[in-house]
């Protein structure tokens, strides 16, 4: 049986008990019936109840899944910003040590030149920049959703892609 109809089942019983109590007749029946009835009901309720909370559990677990899921993405996505930046931070630190190196070879390529007479050069320190700026262009345009634009960056019109 199922809640609803326990309940209808008890009310009839329990008009009948009220009827058989006023007449005076044996009633054991009817209240063995009651009792039995509001044993089905709690067994009825306690089921209920049961999948609420497997309901409720299960919700609970999904949303903490949920929740475990994005941590790990956000922990993956703060390792690989930090690996980023540390990759940057490192390009720049071999940038700035080769212009440092280039500025000595062309003082030693001047040097060697006057005393052997020869004629070789060193590229220029804007030499260096203007490749080494068109090898970073070339990496922001392969991250970037507008060509020509990163974040605050704006390419020259001669460095968007075309």
Not at 48 to 62: L, M, P
Not at 82 to 111: C, F, P, T
Not at 152 to 158: G, N, S, T
């Amino acid at each position: 049986m199922e809640a609803a109809e326990v309940e209808s089942r008890l009310e009839d019983l329990h008009k009948q008990l009220g009827q058989l109590r006023h007449e005076k007749r044996d009633y054991s029946k009817v209240t063995a019936e009651i009792m039995r009835l509001h044993q089905e009901q709690a067994a009825i309720l306690a089921a209920e109840n049961y999948a609420v909370e497997q309901s409720r559990e299960q919700a609970a677990k999904a949303y903490d899944d949920e929740v475990a899921r994005c941590d790990k993405f956000l922990d993956f996505s703060a390792k690989a910003k930090n690996a980023g930046d540390k990759a940057l931070n490192d390009y720049a630190v071999q940038m700035k040590l080769r212009y440092q190196h280039s500025e000595q070879a062309r003082k030693l390529i001047g040097k060697r030149n006057e005393m052997t007479g020869s004629k070789q050069s060193a590229p220029s320190p804007m030499q260096l920049q203007k490749s080494d700026s068109l090898v970073v262009v070339q990496a922001l345009r392969s991250i970037g959703p507008h060509a020509g634009e990163f974040g605050y960056l704006k390419l020259p019109a001669a460095m968007k892609p075309m």
